[in-house]
């Protein structure tokens, strides 16, 4: 099955920026809704941004205007940049991949290990 591979997580603080980056094992999963869900401790999990193989993206509300997810299918790679970063923004952030494709769906997709994402105020 395909395996996710996250990077790029980190600390930082209220206002700066973060860059994650995803890859996916196999070529063949090019076809597949591909995003970001986070969880952060005692927390439920929160779909923050899809998109779609084509292209099309989706985004939570909670993060819109900041973050910006996009993909490079030539490299099987999914990335989130995050802008103007919050400390609620502190979590774990998961890449995840399959064909629920809505920000509601994302979270019941196959992920990767996780990446600690840490905003300080």
């Not at 090019?30 to 099309?56: D, Y």
């Not at 909670?62 to 030539?74: A, H, Y």
């Not at 802008?83 to 890449?95: H, T, V």
């Amino acid at each position: 099955h395909v395996q996710l591979v996250e990077s790029g997580g980190g600390s930082v603080e209220a206002g700066g920026s973060l860059r994650l980056s995803c890859t996916a094992s196999r070529h063949n999963e090019n076809s597949a809704c591909m995003g970001w869900f986070r969880q952060a401790p005692g927390k439920r999990r929160e779909g923050i941004a899809v998109i779609s193989s084509g292209g099309t993206p989706s985004y939570a509300d909670s993060v819109k205007g900041r973050f910006t997810i996009s993909r490079d299918n030539t490299k099987n790679t999914l990335y989130l940049q995050m802008n103007s970063l919050r400390p609620e923004d502190s979590a774990i952030y998961y890449c995840a991949i399959g064909w629920g494709c809505t920000v509601d769906a994302v979270v019941r997709n196959i992920r990767g290990q996780g990446t600690q994402v840490t905003v300080s105020a």
